[in-house]
């Protein structure tokens, strides 16, 4: 009798692995979590601080977000420069100097917010105090 139970688990163990397979699982979590990663190893940095290393500027970066409806919310700086620091990380930069943001009249828009900065290659040392 026990050989018989041991038989019956075996099989519905192999039926409910079968039954599973073939089975894709999507989630938008992928290029969620790409994206906080890449933002992540960005660091911003302002101009006084970007001057004491050897960093190369790899040009200009900018971002905007729009609040086209009163139920959206508003535009906020630190999802702006997120967005800022993925474009620094797609140019193969780890820094960020953020110049300027500032809301600007933008005819579909309730509020528009826009930041412009600079993209850098930072060293992991300083070169200078």
């Keep these: 009798m026990n050989s018989a139970l041991i038989t019956m688990a075996c099989l519905l163990v ?16 992928g290029p969620y979590a790409k994206s906080r990663i890449a933002s992540a190893g960005v660091e911003e940095y302002s101009p ?12 200009l970066v900018e971002a905007s977000s729009c609040q086209e409806r009163i139920d959206e919310p508003a535009p906020e700086r630190s999802g702006v420069v997120r967005a800022m ?6 140019l193969g930069g780890n820094g960020v100097v953020v110049e300027s943001c500032a809301r600007v009249a933008q005819g579909t828009c309730r509020v528009y917010l826009e930041c412009r900065g600079t993209a850098y290659s930072v060293p992991q040392r300083q070169s200078r105090p």
């Design 14 to 29: 192999g039926v409910v692995i079968s039954g599973c397979n073939g089975v894709d699982f999507r989630t938008n979590i």
């Design 48 to 59: 006084v601080e970007i001057a004491r290393y050897d960093a190369v500027s790899l040009g």
């Design 85 to 90: 620091k993925q474009r620094v990380h797609k």
